[in-house]
């Protein structure tokens, strides 16, 4: 589903002191697959993660998701392509303060233009897969980190994507909802989605379901 082909990341590429956050990165990943992306702070996890999500450009180097070139994308299509294909969750979360649980979860559904029936039904279904569907209408500052957490999975997962990204998911919770977060995955892992987690946390050493660990050091994938 994912070929990435000998990709190098170069920040400040015109300046006197470029960097080379990632180096002659190659690899494969099958549909349905769970892969924990480690290695210490620093060693390139995020720059992989948003090269995969197209939210940035390699300096080098090709990225092909579902036969889709997406790093070549304009700006405009790579939007879409996130719109549609991936569901994205962040350490910090990244929610609407302000707003309502439903709120936060129906705004990827607003570009759809699906009738309000059709968007809030979807909603219902991934605050239930979540397990916040009982605080839909609360704001977000009333909620706990772990409720924040599983507001963000529900946001992730109401566009249907194939693909769920996640970095440092964990990096925020107790043990308790970490597990729970884990449980999450692997209902989703069952559902036929492939994931990719960035993370330090030793609680994705011992998974509920099959999966594969890179690991990354300076910019290379240094053990499979
Ligand atoms: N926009 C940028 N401009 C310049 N350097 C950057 C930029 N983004 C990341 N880097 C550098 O690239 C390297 C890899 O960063 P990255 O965020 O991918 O690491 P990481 O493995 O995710 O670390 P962490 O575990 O701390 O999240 C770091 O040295 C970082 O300082
Ligand atoms: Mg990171």
Do not use: W
């Not at 036969?67 to 350490?91: M, T, V």
């Amino acid at each position: 589903m994912i070929e990435i082909e000998n990709i190098h990341k170069i920040f400040n590429e015109k300046s006197s002191e470029p960097f080379e956050a990632l180096k002659s990165i190659t690899l494969h990943i099958a549909k349905n697959e769970a892969i924990i992306l480690s290695g210490v702070s620093g060693s390139g996890k995020s720059t992989l993660l948003s090269l995969i999500a197209s939210l940035d450009k390699p300096s080098s180097g090709k990225i092909v998701v579902d036969g889709e070139l997406i790093s070549k994308l304009p700006d405009l299509h790579a939007s879409h392509y996130r719109a549609k294909s991936i569901g994205f969750i962040f350490q910090h979360f990244n929610l609407l303060e302000a707003l309502s649980v439903e709120e936060n979860i129906i705004a990827p559904l607003i570009p759809s233009r699906l009738d309000i029936i059709t968007i809030k039904k979807q909603a219902q279904e991934s605050m239930q897969r979540a397990g916040i569907a009982h605080k839909a209408s609360q704001t977000i500052r009333e909620l706990s980190g772990g409720e924040k957490q599983r507001c963000a999975i529900a946001r992730a997962l109401v566009t249907d994507p194939k693909l769920i990204i996640c970095d440092e998911p964990t990096a925020n919770l107790d043990k308790a909802n970490s597990l729970k977060f884990i449980e999450i995955l692997s209902t989703l892992k069952a559902l036929g989605k492939t994931i990719i987690v960035a993370t330090h946390d030793p609680i994705f050493d011992t998974l509920p379901f099959e999966s594969r660990l890179i690991k990354m050091e300076d910019g290379r994938i240094v053990d499979e």
